[in-house]
């Protein structure tokens, strides 16, 4: 957690102190009673400035994940675009499911699906990844925005979080697997698109995704299940 409003509440409190005693030393007016009160005074504005830094964190973050809240991911989304226009450069957006979660929620329990989530949170927390914003978009749901410089750099960190997440497992028997989009906005050509316009593309593309992997699951399974009935015949 960030303790900035503690720090500056404090010190501007220890000024203020600082100054008031040095205005009554000069009148020779310092007192026990003032010494208490500067002391009072600090103490209050420590403490206020730890709850201002209790009440963003909980703006800014989720509380199940630490990942950011969706309150904030368009400000962090401008910050990078900023950044993007500096160098010449992109923002990726990747739009990030949990497969069959609500399949671990109903079997498991949702104690064990908030793990999950904490797990899958960690891991794209951890990426060695500059700059990543990593938010928790809602439910089972993710996005991760990157600065990037090229297509290469797109699909590298693509290739990257989806191995990171692949091999997340819970007390072996609960694999986790992942669909994700993706989507990319720069200052070149067009005009930049808003967050909300990536991460419905993005959004869009998962989907996608997630059908092309149902469905070339569903041909292996027909493949296997043809191959075991010639091995049948074969016998």
């Given at each position: 957690m960030n303790h900035l409003g503690q720090i500056i509440l404090g010190l501007v409190s220890i000024c203020m102190v600082v100054t008031l005693n040095i205005y009554?030393?000069?009148l020779n007016q310092i007192s026990i009673s003032l010494t208490m009160i500067s002391c009072m005074f600090i103490a209050l504005s420590w403490g206020l400035g730890k709850y201002i830094d209790m009440l963003r964190y909980k703006i800014e973050f989720d509380s199940l994940t630490n990942a950011y809240s969706r309150t904030v991911a368009v400000?962090?989304?401008?910050?990078?675009m900023r950044r993007a226009k500096r160098t010449n450069g992109a923002v990726a957006v990747y739009f990030i499911d949990v497969d069959h979660f609500k399949q671990i929620n109903?079997?498991?329990g949702h104690n064990t699906g908030d793990k999950m989530l904490r797990k899958v949170a960690d891991r794209l927390l951890q990426l060695r990844i500059p700059e990543k914003v990593v938010v928790r978009w809602g439910g089972d749901e993710f996005v991760v925005m990157v600065p990037c410089q090229c297509e290469h750099e797109v699909w590298a960190f693509?290739?990257?979080?989806?191995?990171?997440?692949?091999?997340?497992s819970y007390q072996g028997n609960i694999q986790l697997s992942l669909s994700i989009g993706t989507a990319v906005s720069s200052h070149v050509g067009a005009r930049p698109k808003q967050l909300e316009q990536l991460v419905e593309l993005a959004d869009k593309q998962m989907?996608?995704?997630?059908?092309?992997k149902k469905y070339e699951t569903t041909l292996v399974s027909r493949h296997t299940a043809i191959g075991g009935q010639y091995r049948n015949l074969c016998r």
């Open positions: 009554f030393s000069t400000k962090r989304y401008r910050k990078l109903d079997n498991y693509y290739h990257l979080m989806d191995k990171s997440i692949q091999s997340i989907l996608w995704n997630k059908r092309r």
